[in-house]
Structures are given as structure tokens and as C-alpha cells.
């Protein structure tokens, strides 16, 4: 199986969709329920598939070749949860 080529917009290889969940995650968020709020409006979906695919995006190379500062910001939230358990 080979993959997709690139279109147009694809040249990082991220989906629209991957950079519109890392640029959610770029922003900050006034009050409680605005991210959620903000991830149903703005990206149709809800925030459990949101983390989802948030989760799968941190362990993407290509993730962290277009965010690098985003994703490993993210990596490190994530290791210190899982050294908390």
C-alpha cells in the first residue's frame, strides 16, 4: 500500500483537520466550557474525539515538524500525567 500524495494544502502531510486540532490547542481559553464550546463550533466534532485525535497527533513526526513548540509543550503536560499515575 502506498500513501496518498500530497495535494495542494497536504504538503506537510497533516489533514486540515490535524492542524485545525493544533491550532485549537495554540489558543487560550477565557472561562470554563469555552474550549469545548469552541472545538463543537469550530472544528463540528466532540471533545472526546478531539483528544483523540489530539493524542494521536503528539506522537506524529509530522505533528511536530509543523508545531514543534505546541506539540512538545503538550508531550511534556502528558509525561508528567503519566508520571503522576
Known amino acids: 500500500?502506498?500513501?496518498p500524495t500530497p495535494g495542494p494544502d497536504d504538503t506537510d502531510g497533516l489533514s486540515d483537520?490535524?492542524?485545525a486540532?493544533?491550532?485549537v490547542e495554540r489558543q487560550s481559553w477565557s472561562g470554563p466550557?469555552?474550549?469545548?464550546r469552541a472545538i463543537r463550533e469550530q472544528?463540528?466534532?466532540s471533545p472526546t474525539r478531539y483528544y483523540?485525535?489530539?493524542?494521536a497527533l503528539l506522537d506524529d513526526r509530522r505533528a511536530l515538524a509543523v508545531d514543534p513548540?505546541?506539540?512538545?509543550r503538550l508531550r511534556r503536560v502528558r509525561d508528567a500525567r503519566?508520571?503522576?499515575r
Open 21 to 23: 486540532v493544533l491550532a
Open 82 to 84: 503519566r508520571e503522576r
Open 52 to 55: 483523540q485525535l489530539l493524542n
Open 69 to 72: 513548540v505546541t506539540v512538545n
Open 43 to 45: 472544528l463540528g466534532i
Open 1 to 3: 500500500m502506498t500513501a
Open 33 to 36: 466550557g469555552a474550549k469545548e
Open 17 to 19: 483537520r490535524d492542524r
